[in-house]
């Protein structure tokens, strides 16, 4: 156990729909990144957040969004749904910079119907 | 451009015999390279990194890993491997500095450890 969680585990949607993944970090981590894992493109950054504001940004489309809140947790939102958004999405946290150690969590399967 | 290939896709391996997870990466000024680990239906767990000094880094599980800089290399390595070890690795490099870098990853390689 990584120490990060992430929900929901599982989501299906359909095309056009919006949907939101919920992830919390591990105590005393204040970087939240975001990854995007799929057969045709591997695994991604998409985006990572540190203490609130937004540090590094990777190939997240304009449809995607994320934040990260006072108490640290993040979400990762996902609209205009198609179906190549298809994926395992994680979350990933660490104590402050990209070269500590990024602790994954189990990851969000999205499946675009 | 930013780059990271994994030169195997597959790699089987009957068990306690050594192996060889090959990486190579498109140059950078900075080099941050890792090692990560990923289970059926897992998340990934990160095996070894090298920031700097030593350029053979020793990892959890028994692997290490060597920085070649003349070769642009960071290649993997266990002396003797477990069927528990079968599992999917990637190779990750990041780009740009240690403060907002990103993290780019090669294809994967999955490690088939046979009895």
Do not use: M
């Not at chain 1, 919390?24 to 990144?33: A, I, K, N």
């Not at chain 1, 995607?64 to 958004?85: I, R, V």
């Not at chain 2, 059926?40 to 020793?58: A, M, R």
């Not at chain 2, 920085?67 to 599992?87: G, M």
């Amino acid at each position: 156990d990584s120490g990060v969680t992430q929900t929901p585990k599982h989501l299906i949607t359909a095309t056009g729909q919006r949907v939101t993944l919920r992830c919390s970090p591990r105590s005393g981590d204040l970087s939240v990144y975001w990854y995007q894992q799929s057969l045709d493109q591997g695994l991604q950054f998409l985006i990572q957040y540190y203490n609130g504001e937004e540090r590094a940004k990777g190939n997240i489309l304009e449809r995607f969004s994320a934040q990260q809140f006072p108490d640290l947790h993040s979400e990762l939102n996902l609209s205009s749904l198609e179906l190549g958004d298809s994926a395992l999405y994680f979350c990933a946290s660490s104590v402050g910079l990209p070269t500590d150690t990024q602790y994954f969590g189990p990851g969000t399967r999205l499946t675009v119907l | 451009a930013q780059s990271v290939t994994q030169l195997d896709s597959q790699v089987p391996v009957f068990e306690e015999a050594p192996v060889e997870l090959r990486c190579n990466y498109s140059s950078s000024v900075s080099v941050y390279l890792f090692w990560y680990v990923q289970y059926p239906n897992q998340g990934l767990q990160l095996l070894l990194k090298y920031l700097s000094g030593s350029t053979l880094v020793k990892g959890i599980n028994g692997f290490e890993a060597e920085f070649n800089k003349s070769q642009t290399s960071f290649h993997l390595r266990k002396p003797s491997v477990h069927i528990s070890d079968t599992a999917e690795y990637f190779c990750a490099v990041l780009y740009g500095s240690s403060n907002t870098g990103k993290l780019i990853f090669g294809q994967g390689t999955t490690l088939q450890v046979k009895p």
